[in-house]
């Protein structure tokens, strides 16, 4: 049984390989009467392209989207969506001498196991590229819940290797967050991560990193007991994306080494009558529903397993081969997943949106 | 729309508060055939059960199991199984000072907005007595999995505050893990959690800790592209048990601080023939499908909300107000979680299992 | 992968055999709120339980149902609620002599090579008895919708054998259908039914029948394009029911036989600006979507496959036997079922209107 | 919560209105390694397609189908498969005066009502162009289900208006069916049926129609207790077909009237030693369970509800207005659904093979 479906009542439904003909979704729930354009989409589909800067990939794709379905005159119709991108930098030829080996850190031995065959151009369908279809259903969710909701997400890298940002993402907006090719609103922070990813990439390695994310204006009320919490399905959706190796709530591991006196969030009134609480060490989910708080999160993204550098590995015969380049990459690829991170995050709360709302 | 089910080929809805009749679990997709008695069930409940030391509540459950669908003279018959607990200690008069607060990092407070309403004799649904249906239903994973496949779990205490075990989980089996109340089979770290969980509690406070789990012998070719993802289960799994605040798989967060070429697992076939890598730093998945490698991951558990010590916050109707002392309750959620968590993994593993494999 | 879930939103999960410990079900996903007593179930399940009259089975059950979690002080809090009852006069020997038979019409056979074992006693999960649960989630979801949106479920029985009444729907109510014993509104035509199936009993024999079923007072707008249209899911609930071989919405079958001109419900506004079909062949919907009308169709059942008379079958080995009566049973079971299609009916709309209107 | 997702295992999610960009299908679980060409699935659209005949509409549509993902090197790769075909002859000019209206038996109202805004252009989402992906997905399943297990599907017209066909399924075969543009194996009934259709057409009107089907060399084991029987889901699959009212499998509602000793079909052992019945009036199913016997059934289809004649409607505003001619169509709706409800039944049972299977 497939797993190709993310959501229950705003569902999406993805499709496409790295060199396969098209990326696709079908956006399932989306409410009618929802203006949408391409340039909503587009924009957000660039962020995530390649090419962008010298620290991504090289392969070159315009990654323009095509609305096929449910949207007429501009406007959602409630039908489903379809969303539509061709592939055409796909150069099968850079992947002919990995037809018959296994990448390290890569997915081609799993899926050749499990499948009995296995796409080798470009990764197939366990390739990165395959986010190109979430980030596009993501800002038709970021879209709803910007207007309905006035619910906004923001993503940025915190860490890179062992460079730490101090950031406080309440005093910062996106174009902070793009003010520079590393995605780091901390601008000394982002001036040795990009040394040091220059660094690693010209010794043909690469770097993990830790993207930050935060949501802004949660209404409370959203996530679902006892197995829908939010922080659950925000896990799940994290975990889903290529290279996570790790997600944390609020104050996540660092929660281990508090008292219970000091991790508690006490609750006050403010001025205007809401109920807030004093400090958000739990991220903004009390028993897995949001409280009105903000909701962050920190997901962990390991090196790009894609290295220039010469590795030990077998065939498919099982026979010892060395492997050196290995297709065009980024050696970082939590750059790029900044807006992948947002784009799961907001169709996790879409979908709890109307899960809650309706 | 609610959340009570989880999986989806072995799938378990469950029911029940913490002071109401009876905790239940209808569970569906039992394959036929399997032996199944009320010990393989209750031996699990019982790790899992309040009252087994100094350092958990005092509230007193014999937590008896009932098996009343789906086996037959002691078998499974592909009819959906119904496991039922009836409450006997539930002292609602204990919650009566409680009813019209909202006790911090508690679920009181949202699920009464959420809701309408709010079952406040011991938190109703929110408490994590409703782990007990899990773990019901877990040993019925856990047994067909060892039965058919050879798939064992272990989990153990790994921290405890800053108190950090060093064990290698390939050498230690489940007497090692019981062999103390703490659950760390590290015994001189155990000797000291034990006394920090004891200060922390005779300061009327809590504390938090990391559960570490190992599922050995897992078959390659579980996990589900491009969302349903064994780490991506897996993630949502635990972040779905109360006080969960973080995830991480293999290397985890660690990983971050990698270069590729450190954290990259090489290939080599062994003297059998089989593909193994010689490091799992992946944490024995690969593209979200397991290599063959054992799993193994992290969950990080805050300290217990309910504390002694007196706390700042505010009733229904947005008063500031004192509260002290709050129930029965455990000084270190964690250690009670080590069963929960492995049943956690048992279903996710089962429901890949059969999704996979039918 | 089982099917023991039906519903999406307003979702039911049911267990239990015919002569297992209990029959239950969890419901989830049903709204806050709403009172529920122990009497709004029991009334629903009196009317499906066996030994009502000479007509029906002589098994001696009281069904009493249970409330065992999700109802706190009368009232539903969100959480999943379990209700379940008990099996009292279960007498398994009846069935020691059919342990090794396949009974014709039965799913003995079907149940035995599918699962590779059989519950023998009573028929296990596939004895009728299992739609006890069903009535008993029922029950809830019609008192939620009486409530909330003054929805109501009207079945009868319009046909038994060849004798078909005369009956207009919208001049009837409950009182009139449970007036006499076979639950058909026409009085003339419910005397020789009577008649009708006495005489097929004192033979040994059974008879089947047609059951109409009316959905008054449905809101516009409830279904969803382009699987889970209405009268698809009204569909699969009917022939979900044991012993059903056929359903058809509005003009049905007779249809098949009409002009478009004639077919087509022309609209009009009436006094008061609404908008109604002057005919309603349609039954109801359109697009798969409620228009507003009433809804209406027909469930057909054949008849009760387990008769006094012999017969001629085989046993595990394939050898001819003769088979002679088995177990006790309806010999019509048309007649019990109204209740089971009634509560599937509003099980669907159930979930629907909160599939809408959320 | 939409509902364009059709199956749990071998799923489908379809897009696309009748004036929009594009017709497509999402299908996730089709096992890898099934080969699939082009032609594998045109030659069922091709069956489905607009301006077959006389007796169809004029559209000219080719129906081109792109395979886009899911398919590498001819093969089947376990990723989900892209079925896309972009619309051509689409007219929108022709619905123009129908923006306003709304059209007897057509989902014009409860569309505008449920969806706060109307897809006039040929009627958007509701029009039967959509089953055009259920038809190339079904192509897939079709495939597959041969294959591997030499299972096949034979439909064709049983009955349009009062005239009925004589046909004996198992001696016919799909060169039967398509030897005439009623699609019906019954030459005599075929010309008086054409007779009819042209009748009926001439008057601006149109007819009903029965479309028989059959499932030849099906497993024993499919169907899942106790909602998701065969029946049901293939009830539910016939049931959201555009324009259908019934659904009846074996007997079906001519089992009112049998008495259960001549309704039950006794069980035999055939010289091979298979268990086989000796009638088949349950058509195929126990207890929800196929029986290994031809799986049969019938689906009423009403007269198309666009017809030439005059009709009484009202317009937005719910005014009385007359509406003549309605856009392109098919006086006998009935034709054109042959390869549909073949589509539907395909999927059904390729879902249910890989439940049962896996």
């Known amino acids: 049984m497939a797993g190709n479906t993310f959501g229950k009542i705003f569902s999406i439904t993805t499709c496409g390989e790295s060199h396969g003909g098209a990326l696709g979704v079908i956006i399932d ?19 995530r392209k390649p090419g962008q800067s010298i620290l991504t990939t090289a392969r070159q794709e315009e990654d323009k989207i095509q609305i096929l379905s449910g949207v007429s005159d501009g406007v959602t119709t409630g039908a489903p969506i379809l969303l539509l991108t061709f592939n ?58 910007q207007e309905i909701a006035g619910i906004s997400f923001l993503g940025y890298i915190e860490k890179i290797g062992d460079i730490q940002a101090q950031v406080d993402y309440k005093k910062i907006n996106i174009q902070d967050v793009e003010a520079n090719i590393v995605r780091c609103p901390d601008e000394k922070a982002a001036e040795k991560m990009i040394e040091l990813i220059n660094d690693v990439r010209s010794q043909g390695d690469s770097i993990g990193g830790v993207v930050f994310c935060a949501i802004k204006n949660v209404p409370l009320g959203l996530g679902e007991p006892v197995f829908d919490k939010l922080p659950a399905d925000l896990a799940k959706a994290m975990l889903s994306i290529n290279a996570t190796k790790g997600f944390e709530i609020g104050a996540g ?41 903000d909701i962050y999160f920190r997901v962990a993204f390991k090196p790009t397993p894609t290295i220039a550098k010469e590795q030990d590995t077998i065939d498919k015969n099982g026979q010892n081969v060395k492997l050196k380049a290995a ?8 750059l790029r997943a900044v807006p992948v991170v947002e784009a799961m995050t907001a169709l996790v709360i ?5 899960r809650y709302k309706k």
């Open 88 to 145: 055409k930098d796909a150069k099968s030829e850079d992947y002919l001498h990995l037809k018959d080996l296994y990448r390290p850190g890569h997915a081609d031995f799993t899926y050749e196991k499990k499948f009995g065959l296995r796409e080798w151009r470009g990764g197939g369908r366990s390739s990165a590229r395959e986010t190109l279809a979430r980030v596009a259903a993501g800002a038709i969710a970021k879209k709803y819940l």
């Open 350 to 354: 879409m979908d709890h949106y109307l």
């Open 327 to 334: 297709g065009r990459h980024d050696p970082c690829v939590a």
């Open 29 to 47: 729930g989306c409410p009618a009467g929802l203006k949408i354009s391409h340039e909503d989409i587009q924009k957000e589909l660039d962020r």
């Open 253 to 293: 591991f660092s929660a281990v080494n508090m008292r219970g006196s000091e991790n508690n969030d006490s609750f006050y009134t403010d001025e205007k009558g809401i109920i807030h609480t004093k400090t958000n060490n739990c991220g903004g989910t009390l028993g897995g529903i949001s409280n009105g708080e």
